[in-house]
Every structure is written in structure tokens, then in C-alpha cells.
């Protein structure tokens, strides 16, 4: 029997682990449905039911209520049943949700399966990015959690698509329905998928864990180290809670999970998401135009999250969100001077849509996906599932205060004022990165979990 050469062992288990990681991110394309699917119904929703500015923000919004619930359980679900079968629950539940908005009734209803759809993705936001996180090797952990904000972009893109077709006829309860579709899909892949082999362990399932360790690292003595160390930690693991109120180094990856939630979120992506409609229709596009141009936002979103997995394990976590929080100011401050001198000619508008594109890839290339990725790699395993759980919280939270907030907002300041709030924000934030996002680019879990315990500072605990 000829031997398998090291390259080719080591290329099937590249391909295992991919495809595993592929799976699990699909995750993330429930997510990017929902948000999609309601960028273009809205309008159809609101006129059926006659919805008001703030009615029409609850019906965008209550999807991320439901969300911050499902972020509160997805913690005590992924460590009772496993993350495996947290994320087969949450898919379970995202299917009957968008069969309710389908037949929904009144704006009431609508709200209620927002919510309950909510509920699916919070489940699917924290266990997702901590299952890919569980699983992947510290060279491709980057890439495999990045996949996850990719799906999300192709399912933004795939619903606005869709949103186009069904807006030609009005047939947004199809709009809802048609997403029933991947979602079942999406069920029985995750069946599929292996356990995570640090959960197995919290179990005390070691044998299972070696054996899907063995599964996805080509080499055995990487097996080994993985299995010794992952046991090092859970001998002295506290539960989330206690160690919280003990450990202020604890204490401090949560403030700086949170912290990267609410930037990812106060960026604006799901201003432009939630409500490009809208936008181009400020910049004189009607009827089909606005869902074409939609549409085109959501392939440029795509094609920027897959550069952004090619290149987060090569530049470093860092430096793409340094380029992408300052393209971002450009592209909202762009977007503001047009508003200010007005939208009336076609190079105005024309530049209106290319200042959004800039927009949208520069955090499809850097806060989109890297924000999930560090949550994912800062958390100590002592309290990982509570510190994920409290950063997702704080992502659906501060979306939620997005979704309310930004009909009203642009109403009351216009729209130069509001994107110029916007620019303002994102420089904020191209400052807090400096400060106090690490560097995490090839660093093991262990050795980020072992400088953030012994007390260096966050921007740190990479080296």
C-alpha cells in the first residue's frame, strides 16, 4: 500500500477543515437574509399595513430584540447541547420565523416573527464564530471566522437579489417565504458537522475530542499539544460568572468585546443594509433603480469579504481596520458633502452610489468580519461562552439602537448632518483601535487567554 506523502495528508485535512468551516459559517447567511429581505419589503410592508416612521423602525428593529435574547441564551444552549446542536436549534427556529412574517397579518405580527427570527440569529451570531474559533488552527482561525461574515454578505446579496425579483409584482410575503429555502439547508448541513472538540472536553469526552482533533490538524503532535493544553485550562476553569466579579483581566476582554461590537455596529453598515432604499432614493433613483442598486451593494459586500479573508492572516488583524475605518470616514464624509450641496445633477447621484460602494467595501474588508474574529479570540476559556455572550448582546443592542434611531435622525438633522455624524464616529473609532485592539494574527487561543491573565495591556496580549 503506497504511503501518503506529508503535502497530500496535509492537503485533505486542509479540504476537511474548510469544508467544516464552510458549513458552520452558513450560519451567518441567516443573518445576512433577514437583513436583506427586509431592506426590500419594507416599503411593500409599510403600505400594506399603513406603518409609521417609528412603526417601520420596530418592524427593521425587532429582528435585533429578538436577537438580544437569543445572544442572552445562546451561551447556556451551546454549553448544555453543544455548539453543534445550538446552531440546529437556531435554524429550527429561523424557519418557522420567516414562515410567520410570510403570513403575517398587521404590523404587530410582523414585529412578533421579526423577533422570533431575531431569537434564530442571536443563537447562530455567538455559537457560529465560537465553534469556528473552537476548531480552526491558529494559522487559518482568521479565514475559517471571516467565512462567517462572508455568509452573511452572500445571504444580504442573494435576498436583495430576490427582494428585486418579487418587487417587480409587490410579492414581499414571497419575499419572506423564499428564504424558508435555505434554511432547511442550512439544518441538515449542520448535521453533519463534527462536535467541537474543547466542548467534548469541558465533557469530559476526551477520546472524542482526539479523535476529531486528529480529524482537522495534519499533524499528531499538534493533536497532542492541542489536547494537553486544552486540559491545562479547564483544571483551573472557574464558571463565567464568578470569575467576572474575581478577575479584572477578565473583566477587561469583556469591555473590549463590547467595545468592538459597538463599533462594528456604530459604523453604519446596516444604516446603508437596513435602509439603501431609501438612500438612493435621495439620490433621485426610483422604482426598480433603488432595488438594482441595492442589489449591486450587496455583490460589492461579497467580493470585499472574500479579499478580507484573504488577507486577514496575512496583513493582520490591525492594519486592514486602520485602512478600513479611515476609507470609511472618506466614503460617510463623501456621502455628507453631497447631501449638504445637493443631489440634483447625474454626476451627483452617480457619485452618491460610488461613495456607498466605497462605503460598504471598506467594512466588508475590515469591521465586518474582524470584529467576530478578535470577539472570538480574546475571551479566556474560563469564561469564553459568558464574554461571547455579552459582546453578541452588545452587537444586536447597538443594532438595535441603529435600526430605531436612524429614520429619525435622518429626518430631524438631514442627511449632511447625519453622515457627517457618521465620518465623525468612524474616526472615533480608527483611534480606539490604536489604543486598545491587539494584534492576534498567528497567536494561539492559550498564549493570547496566558498575556491578558498576567495583566498586559489589551493592545498587548498578541505578543
Not at 64 to 88: D, F, N, Q
Request: charged share 10%; glycine share 10%.
Amino acid at each position: 500500500m503506497p504511503e501518503t506523502s506529508p503535502d497530500s495528508s496535509e492537503s485533505s485535512f486542509t479540504v476537511k477543515s474548510a469544508v467544516i468551516g464552510i458549513l458552520a459559517a452558513t450560519a451567518g447567511l441567516m443573518s445576512g437574509l433577514d437583513i436583506g429581505v427586509i431592506s426590500g419589503a419594507l416599503d411593500f410592508v409599510s403600505r400594506e399595513f399603513h406603518a409609521s416612521t417609528m412603526q417601520q423602525e420596530w418592524i427593521v428593529s425587532g429582528m435585533m430584540a429578538g436577537a438580544a435574547i437569543g445572544a442572552i441564551l445562546a451561551g447556556w444552549l451551546a454549553r448544555i447541547t453543544g455548539r453543534k446542536w445550538s446552531l440546529v436549534i437556531a435554524g429550527i427556529i429561523f424557519i418557522f420565523g420567516s414562515l410567520g412574517c410570510a403570513v403575517s397579518w398587521s404590523v404587530m405580527s410582523m414585529i412578533v416573527n421579526r423577533g422570533l427570527m431575531g431569537l434564530a440569529i442571536g443563537i447562530a451570531a455567538f455559537t457560529s464564530p465560537l465553534y469556528l474559533s473552537e476548531i480552526a488552527s491558529k494559522e487559518t482561525r482568521g479565514a475559517m471566522i471571516a467565512t462567517y461574515q462572508l455568509m452573511i454578505t452572500v445571504g444580504i446579496l442573494v435576498a436583495f437579489i430576490s427582494d428585486t425579483l418579487f418587487a417587480y409584482h409587490a410579492q414581499w410575503r414571497w419575499m419572506f417565504g423564499i428564504i424558508v429555502i435555505p434554511g432547511i439547508l442550512f439544518v441538515i448541513g449542520v448535521l453533519f458537522l463534527p462536535y467541537s472538540p474543547r466542548w467534548l472536553m469541558m465533557k469530559g469526552r476526551k477520546k472524542e475530542a482526539h479523535s476529531v482533533l486528529e480529524d482537522l490538524r495534519p499533524d499528531s503532535h499538534d493533536t497532542a499539544a492541542e489536547i494537553r493544553s486544552i486540559e491545562a485550562q479547564l483544571t483551573s476553569r472557574k464558571g463565567g460568572f464568578s470569575l467576572l466579579k474575581s478577575n479584572s483581566n477578565f473583566r477587561r476582554s469583556v469591555a473590549l468585546g463590547v467595545l468592538l461590537q459597538a463599533m462594528q455596529q456604530f459604523a453604519g453598515i446596516n444604516v446603508i443594509m437596513y435602509y439603501a432604499p431609501k438612500i438612493f432614493a435621495l439620490a433621485g433613483f426610483v422604482g426598480e433603480s433603488q432595488m438594482w442598486c441595492t442589489a449591486v451593494v450587496g455583490f460589492v459586500n461579497v467580493l470585499a469579504t472574500l479579499a478580507a479573508i484573504g488577507l486577514v492572516d496575512r496583513w493582520g488583524r490591525k492594519p486592514i481596520l486602520y485602512c478600513g475605518f479611515a476609507t470609511m470616514v472618506f466614503s460617510l464624509a463623501g456621502l455628507s458633502w453631497l447631501n449638504i450641496t445637493g443631489m440634483e445633477t447625474q454626476t451627483a447621484s452617480i457619485m452618491c452610489v460610488f461613495f456607498v460602494m466605497i462605503f460598504i467595501s471598506a467594512h466588508a474588508m475590515s469591521a465586518g468580519p474582524l470584529m467576530w474574529v478578535l470577539c472570538s479570540e480574546i475571551q479566556p476559556m474560563k469564561g469564553r461562552d459568558l464574554g461571547i455572550t455579552i459582546s453578541t448582546l452588545s452587537n444586536w443592542i447597538s443594532n438595535m439602537i441603529v435600526g430605531l434611531s436612524f429614520l429619525s435622525i435622518l429626518n430631524g438633522l438631514g442627511g449632511g448632518c447625519t453622515f457627517a455624524l457618521m465620518a465623525g464616529l468612524n474616526g472615533l473609532f480608527l483611534l480606539l483601535t490604536w489604543l486598545y485592539v491587539p494584534e492576534t494574527n498567528d497567536v494561539s487561543l492559550e498564549q493570547i487567554e496566558k498575556n491578558l491573565m498576567m495583566g498586559k495591556k489589551l493592545r498587548n496580549i498578541g505578543q
